[in-house]
């Protein structure tokens, strides 16, 4: 049972290049989440999903772009990089609302020059 | 100013000592409140869930308690072992209804580091 697992691991990117982050769950969870972890913060929502085909707008959502084409998918979309994306990006998954326990995947470690 | 304050922003502990970690916030109203370790280079992993009105949650060397009045929990951890060198995050969970995302609000965490 893998849980919740992402690719890539770590990625380097030229500012403007684009480029998609895959988030995969095998537990059959409705809910799916994308968060960004910065130095001296806590982890802020992206995005998130409450089901196949639907995604909604967390704290911090500009720059960029998700999709819930399949229930066990979730993929964050950076359509042009910039340097103040530079991040760790950690996808977690629950069976419900948050009132239920998350899993969080390893995350990707982003760096935007 | 984050809701959720955890102290100290760093900790050093020898091995086989027990220590306690403050996270104090100011969310409200909250559903419940999570304690979660993360390992370098890893996501966090659940520790302790605890609802506003419980007091106390354990899990093997991990207790964390809550006080609602207030708005204070800790997490105690004793007999510290070198796996235990991780940050712990306190996370508070707001009250949502179904088909929402429940806003859960991250402290910055603690980083301990457990030396022999």
């Known amino acids: 049972n893998a849980g919740v697992t992402q690719t890539p691991k770590f990625r380097v990117l030229k500012t403007g290049q684009s480029m998609t982050l895959l988030c995969a769950q095998d537990m059959n969870h409705e809910y799916m989440y994308w968060y960004r972890q910065d130095p001296g913060m806590g982890l802020r929502l992206i995005h998130y999903?409450?089901?196949?085909?639907?995604?909604a707008k967390g704290e911090v959502p500009d720059g960029y772009n998700v999709s819930r084409l399949k229930k066990q998918n979730f993929l964050l979309g950076l359509e042009s990089a910039a340097p103040s994306q530079t991040s760790v990006y950690f996808c977690?998954?629950?069976?419900?609302?948050?009132?239920?326990?998350?899993?969080f995947g390893q995350g990707t470690r982003l760096t935007v020059v | 100013k984050n809701q959720v304050e955890q102290s100290p922003q760093s900790l050093i502990i020898l091995e086989g000592k027990n220590c306690t970690l403050q996270?104090?916030?100011?969310?409200?109203?909250?559903?419940?409140l999570r304690w979660y370790k993360q390992d370098t280079g890893r996501g966090p992993v659940s520790l302790t869930i605890m609802t506003f009105s419980e007091n106390t949650k354990s899990n093997g060397r991990y207790t964390a308690t809550l006080d609602a009045d207030t708005k204070q929990s800790s997490l105690h951890i004793t007999a510290s072992q070198l796996s235990d060198s991780a940050s712990y995050i306190c996370v508070v969970i707001l009250n949502r209804y179904t088909g929402t995302a429940s806003k859960l609000t991250f402290g910055t965490g603690t980083r301990l580091q457990v030396t022999l």
């Open positions: 996270c104090n916030y100011t969310v409200s109203p909250f559903s419940n």
């Open positions: 977690a998954s629950s069976y419900s609302n948050g009132l239920t326990e998350a899993f």
């Open positions: 999903s409450v089901g196949e085909g639907t995604t």
